[in-house]
């Protein structure tokens, strides 16, 4: 008696299970679809969130000077070495500046005291985040475009 050879008849076993091995297979399909989708969402989804993280204790100081109408263009210098400045940008008259601060290490009250320091009287306009300035300034610049 001979025993039975599994290579002989595979063929025809899996024609009658019913075993097909042409193609690819769903799951590599499947697979293949779900790492397209999460890498092209990717390329929208991480550049915001590391430019976030990069800037999410960042504010801005608008501040103008009381009685002149200019700031003394040697001061910006000055306000750039403060601990904590990261960003300081006048207006195009040189009426108003923007200082861009880490909340985390300086605050306006230390802003200010350097200014009383310097002799300078200065009004504060606004402090705003500096995500949100971003956005606006961009939303203002879509309405000046012709």
Same mark, same amino acid.
């Given at each position: 008696m001979t025993t039975y050879n599994l290579e002989k008849y595979r063929d025809k076993r899996e024609k009658v299970l019913g075993v097909r091995k042409r193609g690819i297979s769903f799951g590599a399909i499947a697979a293949t679809v779900s790492f397209m989708i999460v890498l092209g969402l990717s390329f929208f989804v991480v550049p915001k969130s590391i430019a976030f993280f990069n800037s999410r204790h960042l504010d801005d100081a608008i501040y103008k000077l009381q009685g002149? %109408?200019?700031?003394?263009?040697?001061?910006?210098?000055?306000?750039?070495?403060?601990?904590? !400045?990261?960003? !300081? !940008?006048? %207006?195009? %008259?040189?009426?108003? $500046? !923007? $200082?861009?601060?880490?909340?985390?290490?300086?605050?306006?009250?230390?802003l200010t005291a350097f200014f009383d320091h310097k002799g300078i009287s200065t009004i504060m306009l606004n402090r705003v985040g500096h995500n949100e300035r971003m956005a606006t300034m961009k939303k203002e610049a879509q309405f000046e475009a012709p």
């Open positions: 002149v %109408d200019t700031w003394p263009q040697e001061m910006l210098p000055a306000i750039r070495q403060l601990t904590g !400045v990261k960003a !300081v !940008v006048t %207006d195009t %008259d040189d009426t108003r $500046i !923007v $200082i861009t601060f880490d909340k985390s290490v300086t605050d306006t009250r230390k």
